[in-house]
């Protein structure tokens, strides 16, 4: 028996907003340059500890890609609400394609790089990518109309979850060959590829205005945001919610401990243990379709991020590997349709002249949450085992969430049809 195609298409991606040639230019620009940077994501820890032998030092690098990634992603988000947002993506991504390029330069210098030369770029990758993001992101309704935003993220985030997948098995290749200046090299090819379909696209200024670019109004921007943030309650809980998520329910931390325990006998345990989110985002953004037409945006956000927390829980107390990974894969699920709703509730909420603020501190909380979340759950772990700094939290997510529910039932109850209006 033939099945219906609408049903089909209830279950499979909603790729409509590639019709639209602006979102495709931005798609393959995000193709290319999220296997090429989740590459250099690899490499960069990777010379760091060939040239230091020190694992404090790769830790430090973790931080030194950090706070360039906060400070300038709040101000990048001021910077796109101040300027015309084509020409702000075209000049980060080249900036961003000349500074990977440097970064392949280095690999070839005498004993295998500099530490302050590495730490130098990678600083300045990140905060360049910190700037480009919120304008790559604040630009989608324009492209594609509100109603398309949810549908244009599914489709993105999709990709960003292959590229955390194909990315580091590529860069293992390439690094395991000796080839660290290649692996630097694709990514720089990547980000220029980028910068080059950015060129095709049509002007596009914040609220259809653009005036001069100051620093001192861009950093006045930030404050303006954050006070725009304080009187809108909906979009705050999006930032609200995912933080309480990768606080106290992000597991990562814990890997190497159980990938050296509890599933020491299993094949490549700390592998399949990292890939286990991805694999479930990847699958639930192929089966995105539905997540496109949700109307209680807010509502199955909540009922998103309870089932990463019962996930999480389950993760705790799995006895095998294969257990654990499929409740990682789950949890990796409700993640990605809590990520889509949350992102397309910032962009359709919130006013164009407010967007890129916005999606600056989205960028801000989803980088800065897991990086919490593993201090937590390394701290707790230590003390008192694995299970337990994996159950409590999953169990303080799934309370929260039902706090959230009660305490803010604005954003309980909100749906997308009266956003639109």
Avoid: K
Avoid at 24 to 36: D, H, S, Y
Avoid at 102 to 131: D, I, K, Y
Avoid at 353 to 371: E, I, K, S, T
């Amino acid at each position: 028996m033939r099945r219906d195609p609408a049903a089909r298409r209830g279950w499979a991606i909603d790729t409509s907003p590639l019709r639209n040639p602006g979102y495709r230019r931005l798609f393959w620009g995000l193709t290319a340059t999220m296997i090429g940077q989740q590459m250099t994501l690899v490499a960069v820890p990777f010379q760091v500890y060939a040239l230091t032998r020190d694992s404090l030092l790769v830790g430090v690098t973790s931080v030194v890609a950090l706070v360039p990634l906060v400070v300038f992603g709040l101000l990048g988000g001021a910077i796109a609400d101040a300027m015309d947002r084509r020409r702000l993506m075209l000049v980060t991504g080249v900036g961003s394609a000349v500074t990977s390029a440097l970064l392949a330069l280095q690999a070839l210098l005498p004993g295998g790089g500099n530490l302050a030369l590495l730490w130098l770029l990678t600083a300045a990758v990140s905060g360049l990518t910190a700037v480009n993001q919120p304008a790559r992101s604040a630009v989608i309704p324009a492209l594609v109309g509100t109603e398309g935003v949810p549908a244009a993220n599914a489709l993105a985030m999709t990709v960003r979850q292959a590229g955390v997948i194909v990315g580091p098995l590529l860069a293992g290749v390439l690094i395991g060959a000796g080839d660290l200046f290649l692996a630097y090299a694709v990514d720089a090819a990547t980000l220029a590829f980028a910068a080059y379909v950015v060129r095709g696209l049509p002007p596009l200024p914040p609220g259809g205005r653009t005036g001069p670019l100051r620093l001192g109004a861009a950093l006045r921007g930030v404050g303006e945001g954050f006070a725009f943030l304080r009187t809108q309650p909906v979009l705050l809980m999006t930032f609200v919610v995912d933080v309480v998520a990768m606080l106290f329910a992000w597991p990562q931390a814990v890997f190497p401990e159980l990938a050296e325990g509890r599933y020491a006998e299993s094949a490549n345990s700390l592998g399949w243990l990292y890939a286990g989110i991805s694999i479930g985002a990847l699958l639930m953004g192929l089966t995105s379709g539905w997540v496109s037409r949700v109307d209680r945006q807010g509502a199955v956000v909540l009922a998103a991020i309870v089932v990463w927390g019962v996930a999480i829980i389950g993760f705790g107390l799995a006895p095998t590997l294969w257990l654990a990974v499929v409740c990682l894969a789950v949890a990796g699920a409700g993640d990605m349709v809590s990520a889509v709703l949350r992102s397309s509730m910032l962009q359709t909420a919130a006013p164009d002249d407010m967007r890129g603020r916005m999606q600056g501190v989205f960028l801000v909380v989803v980088a800065g949450g897991p990086r919490l979340g593993d201090l937590r759950a390394g701290a707790v772990a230590s003390a008192a085992g694995v299970s337990a700094a994996m159950v409590s939290g999953g169990v303080v997510v799934v309370v929260a969430m039902g706090v959230v529910a009660l305490a803010v039932p604005s954003f309980l109850h909100f749906r997308a049809s009266r956003a639109l209006r």
